[in-house]
C-alpha cells in the first residue's frame, strides 16, 4: 500500500469510528435515541444461525457480547478503511457506504419495540453525517494527492487532526456509554426499591452444605459470579413507574398488574439451581441462588387458565420469549416470578424488576429476564424464539457432575488429596455421585454436601488415596433421586443439552 492510500485508509478508518462514537454519546444524552452499537449487535444475535452462537459461547462464554461489540467495531474501522482508500477520488462512494450503515442501524434500532422509526433514524444519521464531515477535512490536509509534494508541517497537520478525531471518537464513544448505563439505571429506579419479607423464608446455608474446599462452587453463587447467557446486549431500558407484567392468551381473566401490585402479593424463597442449555459438560453456564418470588400459580390462579391453555409464553421488554408446558407451573414443582436473588432486588443484568424461575427447566425455554408478559397458547400455536433456531421445544435439565478440584491440566504431588465438584438434577435431587480415579480404576461412591433442596446443586468430594505418579484421567458421574445416574453417551448441548461424564486429565508428579 502506498503512502497515499495508507493515509487516506487511516483517515477513513478514524471517521467511521467518530461515528460510532457521536452515535453512542447521542443515544446516552437523549434516553429516547437508541445505541446503533446495541442494534445491530441484537440484529447479529437474532439472525446468526445456531452453530454461530454456539461457537461465541464456547469461545468467549460469558464475554461473547462483548466480543460482538469489539467485532462491529472492528469491521466499521476496516469498513472505513476502504472507504478511505477509495473515495478521496469518489467522494459519493462514501456517501454510499455511510448513508447505507447509517440506513441499516436504523432500520436495527427500529426493531425494538420502544424505539420509533423516527428516534431511531437521529442518531444514524447525525453519525454519518458526523463521519463524512470529518473525513472530508482529513482530506483537505492533504488535497495535493501526493504526499511527496507534501510539507512536513502538512503532514505534521494530517498527524495532529487525526490523533484529534480518534480522541473524539474515544471520548465520545467511553462518555455515551457511560451516560446509557446511567441513564437506565436511574430510570429503573433499583436503588429505591425494599423487598418485602417473605412469608416462606429459606433457612441458613447449614454448614454441612459447604465443604470448604478451595476451587470448590459454593453452595450459592454470589450475583456478582453468577453467569450471564441471554441475547440482549445490553440491558433493555426499563422505567419502573411504567413497567406493567401482563397476563394475556387463554385466560377467563386478563390483567396487568405492577411492581407495587407485585410486591404486595405473598413472597417466598425458594434455592434454584439454573443452567444454560449451551453448557458444555463441565462448564460454568450453571449456578445456584436464592430466589425471592411471588409462586407462578399464584399469578396463574388469578388470571384462570382456560381449558385449552396448554403452554406459557413468557415474554420480555423487547420482546424476547421462552414456552414451556404449563402443567410445569402447575406440578408441584418451584416456579416463581422472582423480584429478589440473595438477598437483594434482581440485578439489571439478572433480569430487574422482574423474571421467571423455573425449576427443572434448562433458561432458554422458562427463564424469562425483564418479564412483561405471561401469555397462555396452545401447544401447536406458538414456538418460542430458540425454537425455530433448532433448539428443543421441550427441555428438562438433565443430571450432571463437574469436577472443580483439581482442575484439568493440573499437575499434583503423589500424596493423598481430595478431589471435589459440584451435581445438579433440578426436581429431583441428587442421590449418589461417583468418582473414578484412572480409566481402568472402579468407581467410588462421593461424600455429598447436606442438600439446600431438590432443586439446588450439591458438593462432593472425594479422596484420592496415594496417586502414583503419571497421567490419569479423573471422571464422574451422578445418580438422581429418581435412581437415574447420567449417560456416558458424548452429545453437544444442541437441541436439549449436552450429556456424557465430565473428565479431567492430572499429571502426578
Given amino acids: 500500500m502506498t503512502s497515499t492510500k495508507l493515509r487516506d485508509g487511516i483517515a477513513g478508518a478514524v471517521a ?87 440506513a441499516l442501524a436504523s432500520w436495527a434500532g427500529s426493531r425494538d419495540p420502544s424505539i420509533s422509526p423516527g428516534n431511531a433514524i437521529i442518531p444514524a444519521g447525525l453519525a ?96 456478582e459470579d453468577f453467569y450471564r447467557i441471554d441475547t440482549a446486549l445490553a440491558i433493555p431500558r426499563i422505567s419502573l413507574p ?17 411492581y407495587a401490585d407485585l410486591l404486595e402479593m405473598p413472597m417466598v424463597e425458594r434455592t434454584i439451581t439454573l443452567s444454560c442449555v449451551s453448557n458444555q459438560v463441565g462448564g460454568d453456564l450453571v449456578g445456584n441462588a436464592k430466589w425471592l418470588g411471588v409462586p407462578l400459580v399464584d399469578i396463574l390462579d388469578r388470571a384462570r387458565p382456560a381449558d385449552d391453555a396448554e403452554q406459557l409464553v413468557g415474554r420480555d421488554v423487547d420482546g424476547f420469549t421462552v414456552g414451556f408446558p404449563l402443567e410445569a407451573a402447575f406440578d408441584g414443582r418451584d416456579a416463581l416470578v422472582a423480584v429478589g436473588m440473595n438477598d437483594e432486588p434482581l440485578p439489571f443484568e439478572h433480569g430487574f424488576p422482574a423474571r421467571l424461575v423455573v425449576a427443572g427447566l434448562y433458561g432458554y425455554v422458562s427463564a424469562t429476564k425483564w418479564l412483561s408478559e405471561i401469555e397462555l397458547t396452545g401447544w401447536d400455536e406458538f414456538d418460542a424464539y430458540w425454537v425455530p433456531r433448532g433448539w428443543a421445544k421441550e427441555a428438562p435439565i438433565k443430571t450432571q457432575s463437574r469436577i472443580d ?55 462432593w468430594r472425594a479422596d484420592w488415596a496415594d496417586p502414583v505418579p503419571g497421567r490419569h484421567r479423573l471422571r464422574v458421574r451422578a445418580t438422581d433421586g429418581d435412581g437415574n445416574t447420567q449417560t456416558d453417551e458424548v452429545r453437544p448441548p444442541a437441541p436439549d443439552g449436552a450429556t456424557g461424564y465430565h473428565s479431567v486429565l492430572i499429571t502426578v508428579s
Avoid: C
Avoid at 440484529?43 to 457480547?65: H, L, M, Q, R
Avoid at 454519518?128 to 472530508?136: E, F, H, K
Avoid at 504431588?413 to 480409566?439: C, D, L, M, N
Fill in 405 to 459: 478440584t483439581p482442575m484439568n491440566g493440573s499437575t499434583i504431588e503423589a500424596e493423598s488429596r481430595t478431589v471435589a465438584g459440584v451435581a445438579w438434577a433440578p426436581t429431583r435431587g441428587v442421590s449418589k455421585v461417583e468418582v473414578q480415579f484412572g480409566e481402568d480404576a472402579d468407581w467410588v461412591e462421593a461424600e455429598l454436601s447436606v442438600p439446600l433442596s431438590d432443586n439446588a446443586w450439591v458438593q
Fill in 128 to 223: 454519518a453525517l458526523t463521519g463524512l464531515g470529518a473525513l472530508q477535512w482529513l482530506y483537505t490536509l492533504g488535497e495535493t494527492g501526493d504526499v511527496s509534494e507534501e510539507t512536513s508541517s502538512s503532514r505534521r497537520a494530517f498527524i495532529m487532526a487525526t490523533g484529534a478525531v480518534v480522541g473524539a471518537a474515544a471520548l465520545s464513544a467511553g462518555f455515551g456509554r457511560m451516560l446509557l448505563e446511567r441513564g437506565r439505571i436511574i430510570a429503573a429506579g433499583r436503588t429505591d426499591v425494599v423487598l418485602p419479607p417473605p412469608v416462606e423464608a429459606v433457612p441458613p446455608v447449614p454448614s454441612g452444605a459447604e465443604f470448604g474446599i478451595d476451587g470448590l462452587a459454593p453452595a450459592i453463587v454470589p450475583n
Fill in 242 to 258: 411504567e413497567w406493567r407484567l401482563k397476563l394475556t392468551g387463554r385466560v377467563d381473566r386478563p390483567y396487568e398488574i405492577t
Fill in 16 to 102: 467511521a469510528g467518530l461515528a460510532l462514537g457521536v452515535s453512542e454519546l447521542i443515544a446516552g444524552l437523549v434516553v429516547s435515541l437508541p445505541s446503533l452499537i446495541e442494534s445491530l449487535g441484537n440484529w447479529v444475535i437474532d439472525s446468526v444461525p445456531p452453530g454461530v452462537k454456539d461457537f461465541a459461547i464456547a469461545t468467549f462464554g460469558t464475554n461473547d457480547k462483548l466480543a460482538l461489540i469489539i467485532g462491529i467495531a472492528v469491521v466499521t474501522l476496516l469498513l472505513g478503511v476502504g472507504v478511505g482508500i477509495v473515495s478521496r477520488k469518489h467522494f459519493w462512494v462514501a456517501m454510499i457506504v455511510f448513508g447505507a450503515f447509517a
